[in-house]
């Protein structure tokens, strides 16, 4: 029978001590002098470096979570989970970040109401705590808002999800956007004029296809503005109309089957209305959208893209029309 062999960090079968002793010790407390003598790879040595001795644009953390304080338009404070990615460049000597610094750098000013501007100050924050060039930092959230329904008067909250990128360049430009989604219904036009054309012609009872839709709007603001997400909102409602319903009633139903009649369109169509909205509103620097028809009628998607077409600003470089499924 062959000798029982040593564990390392087991008790083996022979009943020896493992080689190497496991235990937590919860009494012990990290002093200042302590923590002077743990290791820190921020002041290792170049060569440790693997790979390509070259500059990352971004790194940092992804979806990490605080509740934070939003002020609504009409000057409520709504406290929101948040979802949380910051990143910042590193320099081709330098080995890595330290994560860590990016999360506090929140945790200091969690208790403030965000702003345009105190997103900027967590990027100077950033740059300041891990010593880089750039920065870039995205909180997205689910931000609610009560609507009235169409002829009822019942009330429900509607969800939007919404965020606010703020970037700092290499060369201090401090630039913001948001990102903001609206789900919609399209009737389409060609289905509506040939269902009356079979009605009139045959008699016939049809149904205009129409489905869920989503326009997914990125804007940058102009330097020195302010646009409220209420704002934002409002365009997509003035320029589409018929924004998906929370509570209703059939006098809703109906009125909302009248609605989509008296609104058709094409996703081309939603893309023209969208820019005329935003176009108008000279808090808006530049601006990018990107919608799509859930269509009913096929097994496939109708898409589009348009930009304000500001020189050196967003291009149609969309195509993630995944995200925008509803």
């Avoid at 008790?11 to 919860?26: K, V």
């Avoid at 750039?134 to 509607?158: C, D, N, V, W």
């Avoid at 097994?299 to 995944?322: L, P, Q, R």
């Amino acid at each position: 029978m062959s000798k029982t062999k040593p564990m390392y960090l087991h008790r083996s079968a022979s009943g020896a001590e493992p080689r190497i002793a496991r235990g937590y010790d919860r009494k012990f407390r990290a002093t200042g002098a302590y923590r002077t003598t743990l290791p820190d790879m921020m002041e290792a040595s170049h060569d440790t470096i693997h790979g390509a001795n070259v500059p990352i644009q971004q790194v940092g953390v992804h979806n990490f979570k605080l509740p934070l304080r939003f002020r609504t338009k009409q000057g409520e404070v709504h406290t929101l989970e948040a979802s949380i990615t910051g990143t910042v460049s590193l320099e081709a000597e330098l080995k890595g970040i330290n994560m860590s610094r990016i999360v506090r750098s929140f945790y200091d000013h969690k208790d403030e109401i965000f702003t345009g501007e105190w997103m900027g100050k967590i990027l100077r924050a950033y740059l300041r705590n891990v010593k880089s060039k750039a920065a870039r930092l995205k909180i997205t959230f689910s931000y609610p808002m009560l609507h009235r329904s169409l002829r009822s008067g019942l009330e429900g909250y509607q969800y939007y999800m919404v965020a606010f990128e703020g970037v700092l360049t290499r060369t201090g430009q401090y630039r913001r956007f948001i990102h903001f989604d609206f789900v919609y219904s399209s009737a389409c036009p060609c289905s509506a004029e040939l269902t009356e054309h079979a009605r009139d012609a045959r008699g016939a009872y049809g149904v205009p296809h129409s489905q869920r839709s989503k326009a997914r709007i990125t804007i940058e603001e102009a330097e020195g503005k302010k646009i409220w997400i209420e704002d934002v909102h409002a365009h997509c409602l003035n320029a589409l109309q018929t924004e998906t319903q929370v509570m209703v009633k059939r006098e809703d139903e109906q009125a909302f089957a009248e609605l989509n009649g008296a609104h058709l369109k094409f996703v081309e169509d939603a893309a023209r209305l969208l820019y005329k909205e935003f176009d108008a509103d000279k808090r808006i620097k530049d601006f990018q959208i990107a919608c799509s028809h859930l269509e009913s009628l096929h097994s496939h998607d109708a898409v589009s893209v348009i930009c304000k077409g500001v020189k050196g600003g967003f291009t149609a470089d969309f195509m993630n029309f995944g995200a925008l499924l509803c």
